[in-house]
């Protein structure tokens, strides 16, 4: 069983993750904003961390290389509804391990997850 971080602003989009990561057999921490999820990121080291890009405040980019910029060693997870080619490849560019659209398919959102902690 892997530690993953889920940071988004939604609740929902928060739960409905924390749902297929508990379901795939992983223990989930939440944030709610950029700043938490950095705090929670180097206080909980988890195995592996998503975000969400459009948030208030700090951005899921900017939070993307906060955690790169604090040698975080586990892969990160960009889910967004935001599908340009040209934030996907910014994400990519900076340092995300993957990009998973959201709504994500359950499914498909797990096997990313998963062989990424293999």
Do not use: W
Request: glycine letters at 6%; charged letters at 25%; a negative charge.
């Amino acid at each position: 069983m892997a530690h993953v971080l889920v940071v988004d602003d939604s609740k929902f989009a928060r739960l409905t993750l924390r749902t297929i990561l508990e379901e795939g057999g992983h223990q989930v921490s939440e944030a709610e904003n950029a700043a938490r999820g950095l705090e929670l990121s180097l206080q909980l080291k988890p195995d592996l961390v998503t975000i969400d890009l459009l948030m208030p405040g700090t951005s899921g980019q900017e939070l993307l290389r906060q955690l790169i910029s604090h040698h975080l060693p586990c892969p990160v997870v960009v889910v967004s509804a935001d599908i340009q080619k040209a934030t996907y490849n910014e994400v990519m560019e900076i340092g995300a391990a993957a990009f998973v659209q959201k709504p994500s398919d359950a499914e498909e959102f797990l096997e990313t997850i998963n062989r990424l902690l293999k």
